[in-house]
């Protein structure tokens, strides 16, 4: 069965980090795009951040230069790093996964297979 397992959320401080990790397993052995979406309250799902498997990646307006989008293809993982961050950025953070590798890592939500069940960030102080 296809999971996807998100970890590292919390809550922090304005200017402070947290590292957000996606670990996918099951069928397939190894997956195309990833990325991470985030919801706030009363607000529609957003992408935050994506990567292809080759590594190229794309990000919200709002994040360039504070958050950081990597995955490690042998382990099946992807990470989100947050530095700098706002409460606005305050939200349930998703990983989504594709079966299919996009030559692109701009992509329509519904081009992801997989989702994972999200976990909170909380930026206040």
């Known amino acids: 069965q296809v999971q996807l397992v998100e970890s590292g959320g919390g809550s922090v401080q304005p200017g402070g980090s947290l590292r957000l990790s996606c670990a996918a397993s099951?069928?397939?052995?190894?997956?195309?795009?990833m990325a991470w979406y985030r919801q706030a309250p009363e607000k529609q799902r957003e992408l935050v951040a994506a990567?292809?498997?080759?590594?190229?990646?794309d990000y919200a307006d709002s994040v360039v230069g504070r958050f950081t989008i990597s995955r490690d293809n042998a382990k099946n993982t992807a990470y989100l790093q947050m530095d700098s961050l706002k409460p606005e950025d305050t939200a349930v953070y998703f990983c989504a996964a594709s079966r299919r590798r996009y030559t692109s890592a701009r992509l329509r939500a519904s081009n992801y297979d997989y989702w994972g069940q999200g976990t909170q960030v909380i930026v206040s102080s």
């Open positions: 099951g069928s397939p052995s190894s997956w195309g795009n």
């Open positions: 990567i292809t498997s080759g590594g190229l990646t």
